[in-house]
Protein backbone atom coordinates (compact mmCIF):
# COMPACT_ATOMS: atom_id res chain seq x y z
CA UNK A 1 0.00 0.00 0.00
CA UNK A 2 2.37 2.43 -0.84
CA UNK A 3 1.43 6.12 -1.89
CA UNK A 4 1.27 7.90 -5.47
CA UNK A 5 4.04 10.08 -5.92
CA UNK A 6 3.11 13.65 -7.14
CA UNK A 7 5.25 16.55 -7.28
CA UNK A 8 5.20 18.72 -3.62
CA UNK A 9 4.50 21.78 -5.28
CA UNK A 10 3.60 23.63 -8.84
CA UNK A 11 3.04 26.86 -9.40
CA UNK A 12 1.27 29.15 -12.16
CA UNK A 13 -0.02 32.76 -13.58
CA UNK A 14 -3.16 33.84 -13.82
CA UNK A 15 -4.95 32.57 -16.96
CA UNK A 16 -2.19 29.91 -17.71
CA UNK A 17 -2.14 26.29 -17.37
CA UNK A 18 -0.31 23.80 -15.20
CA UNK A 19 -0.45 20.11 -14.66
CA UNK A 20 0.12 18.07 -12.03
CA UNK A 21 1.18 14.25 -12.56
CA UNK A 22 0.22 11.30 -10.08
CA UNK A 23 2.73 8.36 -10.50
CA UNK A 24 1.63 4.66 -9.30
CA UNK A 25 2.30 1.23 -10.76
CA UNK A 26 0.80 -1.35 -12.65
CA UNK A 27 -1.14 -2.52 -9.91
CA UNK A 28 -3.10 0.37 -9.10
CA UNK A 29 -3.15 3.74 -11.53
CA UNK A 30 -2.02 1.38 -14.50
CA UNK A 31 -4.62 -1.13 -13.52
CA UNK A 32 -7.70 0.75 -12.98
CA UNK A 33 -9.18 3.37 -14.54
CA UNK A 34 -10.47 4.58 -11.37
CA UNK A 35 -8.13 7.80 -10.86
CA UNK A 36 -9.74 10.70 -8.38
CA UNK A 37 -8.24 14.43 -7.80
CA UNK A 38 -9.59 16.55 -5.03
CA UNK A 39 -9.21 19.81 -4.22
CA UNK A 40 -8.24 21.10 -0.69
CA UNK A 41 -8.63 24.01 0.19
CA UNK A 42 -7.10 25.86 3.76
CA UNK A 43 -9.13 24.60 6.65
CA UNK A 44 -11.47 22.55 4.48
CA UNK A 45 -12.22 18.96 3.57
CA UNK A 46 -11.11 17.42 0.10
CA UNK A 47 -13.56 17.97 -3.12
CA UNK A 48 -13.90 15.93 -5.77
CA UNK A 49 -12.97 17.58 -8.89
CA UNK A 50 -12.13 14.73 -11.51
CA UNK A 51 -13.55 10.84 -11.02
CA UNK A 52 -12.81 7.77 -13.27
CA UNK A 53 -9.87 9.10 -14.44
CA UNK A 54 -11.32 12.15 -16.83
CA UNK A 55 -15.14 12.68 -15.56
CA UNK A 56 -15.95 16.04 -13.80
CA UNK A 57 -18.81 15.90 -11.18
CA UNK A 58 -21.65 18.14 -11.58
CA UNK A 59 -20.69 21.89 -10.88
CA UNK A 60 -16.74 21.98 -11.18
CA UNK A 61 -15.62 24.50 -13.82
CA UNK A 62 -14.69 22.43 -17.19
CA UNK A 63 -11.47 24.27 -16.79
CA UNK A 64 -10.67 21.18 -14.86
CA UNK A 65 -9.73 17.92 -16.93
CA UNK A 66 -7.52 14.75 -15.89
CA UNK A 67 -6.09 12.10 -18.39
CA UNK A 68 -4.23 8.77 -17.63
CA UNK A 69 -1.05 7.43 -19.67
CA UNK A 70 -0.01 3.93 -18.51
CA UNK A 71 1.20 4.67 -14.55
CA UNK A 72 0.63 7.99 -14.36
CA UNK A 73 -2.15 10.49 -14.18
CA UNK A 74 -2.44 13.78 -14.65
CA UNK A 75 -4.69 16.86 -13.51
CA UNK A 76 -5.04 20.11 -15.75
CA UNK A 77 -6.01 23.38 -14.82
CA UNK A 78 -6.55 26.20 -17.62
CA UNK A 79 -7.17 29.76 -17.04
CA UNK A 80 -5.49 29.48 -13.70
CA UNK A 81 -7.71 31.50 -10.94
CA UNK A 82 -6.57 32.90 -7.70
CA UNK A 83 -9.26 30.40 -6.04
CA UNK A 84 -7.58 27.49 -7.72
CA UNK A 85 -5.05 28.13 -4.71
CA UNK A 86 -4.87 25.59 -2.70
CA UNK A 87 -3.43 21.69 -2.21
CA UNK A 88 -4.72 18.65 -4.68
CA UNK A 89 -4.79 14.97 -3.97
CA UNK A 90 -4.92 12.16 -6.71
CA UNK A 91 -6.01 8.60 -5.66
CA UNK A 92 -6.52 5.02 -7.10
CA UNK A 93 -8.71 3.00 -5.95
CA UNK A 94 -6.79 -0.71 -5.80
CA UNK A 95 -9.12 -3.50 -5.54
CA UNK A 96 -9.22 -3.71 -1.47
CA UNK A 97 -7.92 -0.28 -0.50
CA UNK A 98 -7.41 3.43 -1.64
CA UNK A 99 -4.49 4.99 -2.44
CA UNK A 100 -3.64 8.88 -2.01
CA UNK A 101 -1.00 10.92 -3.63
CA UNK A 102 1.10 13.12 -0.97
CA UNK A 103 -0.49 16.23 -2.54
CA UNK A 104 0.63 18.94 -4.29
CA UNK A 105 0.23 22.49 -3.12
CA UNK A 106 -0.84 25.22 -6.35
CA UNK A 107 0.14 28.75 -5.89
CA UNK A 108 -1.13 30.79 -8.19
CA UNK A 109 0.99 33.83 -8.99
CA UNK B 1 -27.98 17.13 -0.61
CA UNK B 2 -25.96 15.08 1.06
CA UNK B 3 -24.51 15.70 4.89
CA UNK B 4 -21.71 13.63 6.50
CA UNK B 5 -21.37 14.70 10.49
CA UNK B 6 -18.66 13.64 12.01
CA UNK B 7 -18.27 13.60 16.19
CA UNK B 8 -16.55 11.92 18.89
CA UNK B 9 -12.91 13.10 18.40
CA UNK B 10 -10.99 15.10 21.19
CA UNK B 11 -7.60 14.59 23.43
CA UNK B 12 -7.54 11.20 24.23
CA UNK B 13 -4.63 8.99 26.14
CA UNK B 14 -3.14 6.33 24.67
CA UNK B 15 -4.57 2.99 26.19
CA UNK B 16 -8.06 4.07 25.67
CA UNK B 17 -10.33 3.47 23.15
CA UNK B 18 -12.27 5.80 21.13
CA UNK B 19 -15.33 5.23 18.62
CA UNK B 20 -16.02 8.03 15.91
CA UNK B 21 -19.36 8.33 14.49
CA UNK B 22 -20.89 10.04 11.37
CA UNK B 23 -24.09 10.75 10.75
CA UNK B 24 -25.18 10.34 7.43
CA UNK B 25 -28.38 11.99 5.70
CA UNK B 26 -29.83 13.41 2.21
CA UNK B 27 -28.91 9.83 0.66
CA UNK B 28 -29.90 6.29 0.73
CA UNK B 29 -27.22 5.22 3.86
CA UNK B 30 -27.76 1.80 3.16
CA UNK B 31 -27.28 1.70 -0.64
CA UNK B 32 -23.40 2.84 -0.14
CA UNK B 33 -20.23 2.14 0.68
CA UNK B 34 -18.26 4.14 3.14
CA UNK B 35 -14.85 5.04 4.32
CA UNK B 36 -12.99 6.94 6.83
CA UNK B 37 -9.79 8.71 5.94
CA UNK B 38 -7.43 10.44 8.25
CA UNK B 39 -5.08 13.52 7.89
CA UNK B 40 -2.42 14.26 10.55
CA UNK B 41 -1.58 17.98 10.95
CA UNK B 42 -0.21 19.39 8.02
CA UNK B 43 0.33 16.42 6.01
CA UNK B 44 -1.38 14.48 3.16
CA UNK B 45 -4.29 11.84 2.76
CA UNK B 46 -4.01 8.45 4.33
CA UNK B 47 -7.35 6.18 3.57
CA UNK B 48 -8.03 4.20 6.55
CA UNK B 49 -11.02 1.98 6.38
CA UNK B 50 -13.78 0.86 3.83
CA UNK B 51 -16.92 -0.55 4.67
CA UNK B 52 -19.59 -1.98 1.95
CA UNK B 53 -22.95 -1.08 1.41
CA UNK B 54 -24.80 -3.64 3.61
CA UNK B 55 -21.67 -4.20 6.17
CA UNK B 56 -20.49 -7.67 5.43
CA UNK B 57 -16.63 -6.52 4.29
CA UNK B 58 -14.62 -3.95 5.22
CA UNK B 59 -10.92 -3.44 4.67
CA UNK B 60 -8.36 -1.92 6.60
CA UNK B 61 -4.82 -0.07 6.03
CA UNK B 62 -1.64 -1.90 7.38
CA UNK B 63 -1.17 0.96 9.43
CA UNK B 64 -4.34 0.84 11.21
CA UNK B 65 -5.16 -3.48 10.80
CA UNK B 66 -5.85 -4.76 14.06
CA UNK B 67 -6.14 -1.87 16.16
CA UNK B 68 -9.40 -0.12 14.48
CA UNK B 69 -12.77 -1.69 13.90
CA UNK B 70 -15.12 0.11 11.17
CA UNK B 71 -18.83 -0.40 11.77
CA UNK B 72 -22.07 0.86 10.71
CA UNK B 73 -26.15 0.61 11.59
CA UNK B 74 -28.18 1.20 8.47
CA UNK B 75 -31.37 1.72 10.78
CA UNK B 76 -29.67 4.67 12.10
CA UNK B 77 -28.12 6.06 9.01
CA UNK B 78 -24.51 6.01 10.93
CA UNK B 79 -20.95 4.98 10.61
CA UNK B 80 -18.20 3.88 13.12
CA UNK B 81 -14.79 3.83 13.56
CA UNK B 82 -13.82 2.34 16.71
CA UNK B 83 -9.97 2.80 17.64
CA UNK B 84 -7.54 1.13 19.98
CA UNK B 85 -4.21 0.65 21.10
CA UNK B 86 -3.11 3.93 19.66
CA UNK B 87 0.00 5.27 19.36
CA UNK B 88 0.65 9.41 18.72
CA UNK B 89 1.16 8.77 15.13
CA UNK B 90 -2.70 8.49 14.93
CA UNK B 91 -3.26 11.69 15.90
CA UNK B 92 -5.75 13.36 12.28
CA UNK B 93 -8.59 14.56 11.23
CA UNK B 94 -10.60 11.52 10.38
CA UNK B 95 -12.91 12.20 7.81
CA UNK B 96 -16.03 10.07 6.78
CA UNK B 97 -16.30 9.64 3.19
CA UNK B 98 -19.76 8.39 1.15
CA UNK B 99 -18.53 6.06 -1.75
CA UNK B 100 -20.15 6.07 -5.02
CA UNK B 101 -19.30 3.43 -7.97
CA UNK B 102 -15.32 3.61 -7.20
CA UNK B 103 -15.24 7.25 -6.12
CA UNK B 104 -15.22 8.70 -2.96
CA UNK B 105 -17.35 11.37 -3.69
CA UNK B 106 -18.88 13.37 -0.54
CA UNK B 107 -16.88 14.13 2.61
CA UNK B 108 -17.66 15.41 5.66
CA UNK B 109 -15.73 18.24 7.69
CA UNK B 110 -13.60 15.68 9.91
CA UNK B 111 -12.95 15.18 13.20
CA UNK B 112 -9.66 15.80 14.95
CA UNK B 113 -8.20 13.09 17.51
CA UNK B 114 -5.04 13.57 19.34
CA UNK B 115 -3.28 11.35 20.98
CA UNK B 116 -1.29 12.43 23.82
CA UNK B 117 -0.98 11.40 27.94
Known amino acids: QSALSQPASVSGSLGQSITISCTGTSSDVGSYDLVSWYQQLPGKAPKLMIYDVSKRPSGVSNRFSGSKSGNTASLTISGLQAEDEGDYYCSSYAGTYVLFGGGTTLTVL | QVQLVESGGGVVQPGRSLRLSCAASGFTFSSYGMHWVRQAPGKGLEWVSV????????YYADSVKGRFTISRDNSKNTLYLKMERRPPEDTAVYYC??????????WGQGTLVTVSS
Open chain 2, 51 to 58: IWYDGRKN
Open chain 2, 97 to 106: VKQDTMTLDY
